[in-house]
């Protein structure tokens, strides 16, 4: 799926769920940090986004997309023993450009592919805004923590430690 599908998708299924949402324009940016700054809000706010893969054992093979607040990453530990997994880590770039169906530095916060399990840390959503970019490196997005756990619907555990 090309940038240009994803960001269609994501503003449609915005667009069709009656949710408040605001675009941003900014520079082109796909660091957290960086885009935080360009965007004039705090990093808890901002959505990072990283998809994992979980060696359940040595047949099973599951894929994560983690959301964490943006001045956190993702504890490993605690996926891998969510999953009572032998193993978790970081997917490759090319099958996590293919499940999140975006390059790196824009994938959303949703999980639009069957294969990749959403799970996002409470402390991420709990935010009265929360911020991601749109699919794309020079546009983001802001909508209200809860009409994103509405609509994306994440299992929702703590998985983020500080950095």
């Known amino acids: 799926m090309s940038e240009d599908a994803t960001y269609d998708r994501l503003i449609s299924l915005l667009d069709v769920s009656g949710v408040d949402y605001r675009l941003i324009d900014h520079e082109s940016e796909g660091t957290t940090e960086i885009v935080s700054a360009l965007r004039g809000h705090p990093s808890v ?21 983690a959301v964490v607040p943006g001045d956190r990453r993702v504890d490993l530990r605690v996926v891998r023993s969510l999953y009572n997994a032998r193993y978790a880590g970081f997917c490759d770039a090319d099958t996590a450009q293919q499940l999140a169906q975006a390059v790196p530095g824009t ?44 609509l994306a619907r994440p299992r929702l555990e703590r998985i983020a430690e500080p950095v």
């Open 107 to 150: 994938v959303l916060p949703f999980a639009f592919d069957p294969q990749l399990e959403l799970i996002a840390d409470p402390d991420f959503v709990a935010q009265p805004q929360l911020y991601f970019n749109a699919a794309r490196l020079d546009q983001s997005l802001i909508m209200s923590g809860a009409d994103y756990v509405a």
């Open 45 to 65: 706010q901002a959505a990072k986004c990283l998809v994992l893969i979980v060696k359940v054992d040595r047949r099973t093979t599951r894929y994560v997309l």
